[in-house]
């Protein structure tokens, strides 16, 4: 598969396919095709179905085959960039709900639990993210432009609610409270950040989607 990243900051991704090859995306995704590119939907088994459900993605997944070469086109969602990302056995990773865009069929789409609890209440990625897996090149979604860091084993980076991507499964994500009753009360950042500590590579998002609707709330008319 070949492809093309176009668009700037509202950008599209545009893939060649050969003939017998497949790509997988969510319900939806797709924005343009050519003729002799056929279209199936499967929900990949009951598990993996609710457990799209839970990351927030929708039940069934939909398969696009090439019957002779042609192009298929899938655009973000929200302006910012999209991310190739190859995954391949022991190399998986770990995105934000919401962020998968299209991959080649060969790539594996699941839910990852995050195991530490207080990290999945206040860390403000959830209990849930989706996981990347198998063999092959996904596109992702990335809010606003990304800033890419590689953890040394060890070396840990402090994230504000919202700013992760993507990391690499090699990568944990816990808690830090912000200390300072003034800090907490007056500073805005909230009780609590996000601390990733490597080895492993992350990427940090720099207009996350939540961060915008809050910024918007204030000037929506009330009732």
């Not at 668009?7 to 797709?30: K, R």
């Not at 090439?66 to 969602?77: L, N, Q, V, Y």
């Not at 207080?118 to 979604?141: D, P």
């Not at 860091?149 to 840990?156: C, I, R, S, V």
Request: with cysteine.
């Amino acid at each position: 598969m070949k492809y093309e990243i176009l668009g700037g900051n509202l950008p599209v991704v545009i893939c060649s396919l050969s003939a017998g090859e497949s790509m997988i995306t969510e319900s939806g995704a797709m924005s343009w095709m050519t003729p002799g590119i056929e279209m199936q939907i499967s929900s990949g088994g009951i598990g993996k179905a609710f457990g799209r459900m839970f990351s927030g993605e929708s039940l069934f997944l939909n398969t696009f085959t090439a019957h002779r070469d042609g192009e298929i086109a899938f655009a973000s969602s929200f302006p910012g960039a999209i991310l190739k990302v190859d995954v391949a056995p022991g190399k998986s990773v770990i995105c934000q709900k919401k962020s998968f865009l299209a991959s080649e069929s060969s790539v594996d789409l699941s839910i990852h639990f995050n195991q530490k609890m207080g990290a999945g209440f206040f860390g403000g990625e959830g209990f849930i993210m989706q996981k990347l897996s198998g063999n092959g090149t996904a596109f992702i979604e990335i809010d606003g432009s990304m800033v890419e860091y590689e953890l040394a084993d060890g070396e840990q980076m402090i994230v504000d609610t919202g700013y992760l991507a993507m990391m690499d499964d090699t990568v944990s994500i816990d808690i830090q409270t912000v200390k300072g009753v003034k800090n907490v009360m007056f500073g805005g950042e909230g009780l609590f950040n996000t601390v990733l500590t490597g080895p492993g590579k992350i990427v940090l998002q720099t207009h996350p989607l939540s961060k915008i609707a809050q910024s918007i709330v204030p000037f929506l008319p009330s009732k």
